[in-house]
């Protein structure tokens, strides 16, 4: 962890792929504890509320390139690591989820481990997966294939 300001634009990479692949697109559902007026809305206590948290995530007005995968979001002018107000993966508010700190230590930590030790490659002729991937209540990949070489092998 002590490299990783040494190691921007891996790090943007790692918050690029939490961007695109939000794996709980709606977040966690909140209850109104009290009557609550928003813009004109009364929302009676009770209600549950639902955050679109894709629809943040892929804001034209937030992000330089809202709609494709592409680390420069997360960079500033001089190339070192941003984080956007609009960077919400783990939910927001009082009850965001409470391991966002470990699960962001261990996800730079197993990315950049897999990265140094192995080498990725697409099948030749393969066709991409479907980017939206599959929504239930938690968002999967497409099924896909890839080709994972050990670092160093000439094979």
Known sequence: MDDRDK????????????????IVPSGVFHEMTRPTNLRGYNIP????????LRAILSDKEHWKYPDTFNPENFLDGNGQFFKSESFLPFSLGPRVCLGETLAKMELFLFITSLLQRIRFSWPPGAKWPAMNGIVRLVRSP??????????????
């Open 45 to 52: 206590k009770g209600t549950e509320i639902f955050t679109n």
């Open 7 to 22: 190691l921007s634009y891996t790090y943007t990479t790692v918050n690029e792929f939490q961007r695109c692949a939000n």
């Open 142 to 155: 497409e099924p896909f294939n890839i080709i994972c070489h050990s670092r160093g092998s000439t094979e």
